[in-house]
């Protein structure tokens, strides 16, 4: 499956108003976009991946065009799937900042260097 490099666009055009480093991997057939080695939000397909904290999934998930991420058969009821229509100009960067926030409270993933 391809991604959205469209999205792909918005998101780094975003994220690169932040003043830390967000770094991006190919993951889920798509993008995955890390801060401090945690994964804190991706694209699948049009889709953006979203993972808040778990209180602010349960209010997410009750919004429109908001949905369980699901992968390898599992729903991952943590992270949410915004559909294309809910990412406008103002519900995308309110997204990613949800997603900011709680990667940003969780301790770094270093990378092991053995």
Do not use: H
């Amino acid at each position: 499956m391809t991604y959205d490099t469209g999205l792909e666009s918005r998101i780094d055009e975003e994220t690169g108003l932040w003043d830390f480093e967000v770094t991006k991997r190919k993951m889920f057939g798509g993008l995955g976009y890390f801060i401090n080695g945690n994964m804190a939000f991706g694209v699948k397909g049009d889709k953006l991946i979203v993972k808040p904290t778990p209180e602010r999934a349960e209010a997410l998930l009750a919004e429109p065009g908001m949905k369980p991420f699901e992968f390898g058969g599992k729903s991952m009821r943590a992270w949410c799937l915004a559909e294309p229509d809910v990412l406008d100009e103002e519900n995308l960067p309110r997204l990613l900042d949800l997603c900011r926030q709680y990667a940003l409270g969780q301790p770094p993933k270093l990378k092991d260097k053995t």
